[in-house]
């Protein structure tokens, strides 16, 4: 079981922190990617880190705005999200796969899943 939080209203040009952990789980067992879904658009990936290690990849597009990191003492996996604009406005989920292999950019590629955590970037 996923848990999220950290979502908000927020004006743009300015920060969240997100936060992704589990009760039942230990989350450095399993790679991690974090997702956000606006309204009337497709669920698309915005960082993956891998499961032990900590190597991440980005959304093109939001590359230098975002951060994503594991605190493994809290069992929590974090996504910054800086410089925010009104686009980036959506429910945003984290989600974990098992297995080996390199984190994974598609929401077919994982089974377990959060409820989300509205963002929304307005002034």
């Known amino acids: 079981q996923l848990v999220e939080s950290g979502g908000g209203l927020v004006q743009p040009g300015g920060l969240l922190r997100l936060s992704c952990t589990s009760s039942?789980?230990?989350?450095?067992?399993?790679?991690i990617g974090w997702f956000r879904q606006a309204p009337g658009r497709e669920r698309e990936a915005i960082s993956c880190?891998?499961?032990?290690?900590?190597?991440?990849k980005y959304r093109n597009t939001m590359e230098g705005r975002v951060a994503m990191f594991r605190d493994n003492a809290n069992n929590t996996v974090y996504l910054q999200l800086n410089s925010l604009k009104t686009e980036d406005t959506a429910v945003y989920y984290c989600?974990?796969?098992?297995?080996?292999?390199?984190?994974?950019?598609?929401?077919?590629?994982?089974?377990?899943w959060g409820q989300g955590t509205q963002v929304t970037v307005s002034s």
């Open positions: 989600a974990a796969r098992g297995g080996l292999g390199s984190c994974r950019t598609l929401p077919g590629d994982y089974g377990h």
């Open positions: 880190i891998t499961r032990r290690g900590g190597d991440t």
């Open positions: 039942t789980n230990n989350l450095n067992e399993y790679h």
